[in-house]
């Protein structure tokens, strides 16, 4: 069996979503919250399950100051 298993989706989708995933676990900063906007956009792509969840974490970075998700 090889790593990725079988998420069912597309070649595109999988790169999306890790990518995505990539970018929101980075270390917040400036230029990571800058990218969230991008971030959502490409989310649009993916099936409604994984889009919602990654959307939903791109909005609690962008709710949360800074300090906070630092700390």
């Known amino acids: 069996m090889n790593r990725r298993g079988k998420a069912g989706l597309a070649p595109h989708e999988l790169t999306i979503t890790w ?15 800058a990218r969230l906007d991008l971030i959502r956009n490409a989310s649009q792509r993916l099936p409604v399950a994984i889009g919602e969840s990654i959307r939903g974490f791109a909005d609690h970075l962008d709710q949360t100051p800074l300090p906070q998700l630092q700390t």
Not at 19 to 33: F, I, R, T
Request: aromatic content about 6%; proline content about 7%; cysteine-free.
């Open 19 to 33: 990518q995505s995933v990539s970018l929101l676990l980075d270390y917040p900063d400036s230029e990571m919250l």
